[in-house]
């Protein structure tokens, strides 16, 4: 990976080629948009992205496919240029990932108007797998309710948004690695919400909870920032207390299989947004070291 992020810093050339071609492996294109905007401006960024977009272009006009194919990766690369120019300019992964989460949603809410029949066929497949998920498992109350296009759009958010941070976590963590050794682990391990930002994010997520199950994808969505501080929190305990890396395994085997990880980890980016654990952990192994 240092020897892409090497290339693509090498020239302009280098970066568009990199762009370019990056859309056959998960996450390469955008993670070069972020690099080259973080390490250099936005019109370079601006010049990598176009070059990015090309090859969807291509796809488009080239062959008979859903609009939805192209508008979903093409919005990805819009969101990525946007927030590595939002984190280069204000050094702030807090604010990066609230506007990320914001410009997310408006993202997807201008797909729902540029492709809405693709959006609508959309919605009745996902309606169809969830009657037919409900069926097999005669489970009416956890598949008791119809997706509708808030539902639909909200997942297309959550999934722009999240691809998009995924992205710039690469793009800093490449910056890193040539310019900062160490810079991008440090800066994650004490990433933590404001107190206030973090209320504000968790009365919206229990607000949304509130509401039919069509609004989930969009709770999750608004709980993202909340959850990367959760995650840093562990990464940062796990380092602290010299604790082995399959404490990070099981973590991110909950992420991914047991349910209730989220929550616990949503809560925990909360509680040290409010009382600062990792600062207090600091103290005690002082204290008993």
């Given at each position: 990976?240092?020897?892409?992020?090497?290339?693509?810093?090498?020239?302009?050339?280098?970066?568009?080629?990199?762009?370019l071609l990056g859309w056959l492996l998960p996450l390469v294109s955008p993670a070069t948009i972020g690099l080259v905007s973080l390490r250099k401006d936005s019109s370079?960024?601006?010049?990598?992205?176009?070059?990015?977009?090309?090859?969807?272009?291509?796809?488009?006009?080239?062959?008979?496919?859903?609009?939805?194919?192209?508008?979903?990766?093409?919005?990805?690369?819009?969101?990525?240029?946007?927030?590595?120019?939002?984190?280069?300019?204000?050094?702030?992964?807090?604010?990066?990932?609230?506007?990320?989460?914001?410009?997310?949603?408006?993202?997807?809410?201008?797909?729902?108007?540029?492709?809405?029949?693709?959006?609508?066929?959309?919605?009745?497949?996902?309606?169809?797998?969830?009657?037919?998920?409900?069926?097999?498992?005669?489970?009416?109350?956890?598949?008791?309710?119809?997706?509708?296009?808030?539902?639909?759009?909200?997942?297309?958010?959550?999934?722009?948004?999240?691809?998009?941070?995924?992205?710039?976590?690469?793009?800093?963590?490449?910056?890193?690695?040539?310019?900062?050794?160490?810079?991008?682990?440090?800066?994650?391990?004490?990433?933590?919400?404001?107190?206030?930002?973090?209320?504000?994010?968790?009365?919206?997520?229990?607000?949304?909870?509130?509401?039919?199950?069509?609004?989930?994808?969009?709770?999750?969505?608004?709980?993202?920032?909340?959850?990367?501080?959760?995650?840093?929190?562990?990464?940062?305990?796990?380092?602290?207390?010299?604790?082995?890396?399959?404490?990070?395994?099981?973590?991110?085997?909950?992420?991914?299989?047991?349910?209730?990880?989220?929550?616990?980890?949503?809560?925990?980016?909360?509680?040290?947004?409010?009382?600062?654990?990792?600062?207090?952990?600091?103290?005690?192994?002082?204290?008993?070291?």
């Amino acid at each position: 990976m240092r020897a892409l992020a090497e290339l693509i810093m090498r020239g302009r050339a280098q970066a568009c080629g990199v762009a370019l071609l990056g859309w056959l492996l998960p996450l390469v294109s955008p993670a070069t948009i972020g690099l080259v905007s973080l390490r250099k401006d936005s019109s370079e960024g601006l010049i990598v992205t176009l070059w990015a977009i090309l090859p969807w272009l291509a796809l488009y006009f080239a062959g008979d496919v859903s609009p939805l194919i192209v508008l979903l990766p093409l919005a990805v690369l819009a969101v990525i240029a946007a927030v590595a120019n939002v984190l280069r300019s204000s050094a702030s992964w807090q604010w990066t990932l609230v506007i990320a989460g914001m410009v997310s949603a408006i993202v997807a809410i201008s797909i729902g108007f540029i492709a809405s029949d693709e959006v609508d066929l959309v919605v009745v497949s996902i309606a169809d797998f969830f009657a037919e998920m409900g069926a097999q498992a005669a489970i009416s109350d956890e598949f008791d309710f119809t997706p509708d296009r808030t539902f639909v759009l909200g997942l297309f958010a959550w999934l722009i948004g999240f691809t998009a941070v995924c992205a710039l976590f690469v793009s800093r963590w490449w910056q890193s690695l040539l310019f900062n050794p160490g810079g991008f682990q440090k800066e994650f391990h004490e990433f933590r919400l404001d107190q206030s930002v973090a209320i504000v994010l968790i009365a919206l997520v229990i607000a949304g909870v509130v509401l039919p199950l069509a609004y989930r994808p969009w709770v999750e969505l608004m709980s993202l920032p909340l959850l990367i501080a959760g995650v840093a929190v562990v990464h940062s305990s796990v380092k602290m207390m010299n604790m082995g890396v399959h404490w990070l395994g099981l973590m991110y085997f909950g992420l991914l299989f047991i349910g209730p990880t989220g929550t616990v980890l949503i809560g925990l980016g909360l509680v040290d947004s409010i009382l600062n654990l990792r600062s207090r952990l600091a103290a005690f192994k002082n204290r008993n070291s």
